[in-house]
């Protein structure tokens, strides 16, 4: 279940990627404020807790950190994915993404 609950928090990593590509066409910036990117600062299911940082003119991280039941998935609690699609947890652990 942890497993299959992770897909709430890398989906959301995804949307918030485009949101800001979509953003920056329009305003030459990316933003820190996920309002503007219409996405909340949680999933949908609340199973992750979403954060943009880092953001520069060139660039952003955004971060998926588990909270409340999905917590136990300890392996895989905080995923990432920067303005480049670099994404941790780091390779050794790229099944945080499947």
Do not use: M
């Not at 990316?30 to 940082?53: D, H, W």
């Not at 955004?62 to 392996?75: H, K, R, W, Y």
Request: glycine letters at 10%; proline letters at 2%.
């Amino acid at each position: 279940v942890l497993r299959a609950n992770r897909a709430e928090g890398t989906t959301t990593l995804l949307r918030v990627q485009a949101a800001q590509e979509k953003f920056y066409l329009n305003s030459q910036a990316y933003t820190n404020n996920l309002a503007q990117l219409g996405i909340g600062a949680s999933t949908e299911r609340g199973l992750y807790q979403i954060q943009v940082s880092n953001v520069t003119a060139t660039g952003y991280t955004v971060t998926a950190t588990a909270a409340g039941g999905q917590t136990g998935d300890t392996e895989c609690a905080t995923l990432t994915i920067d303005s480049t699609g670099r994404r941790t947890p780091s390779p050794a652990t790229t099944h945080c993404w499947r």
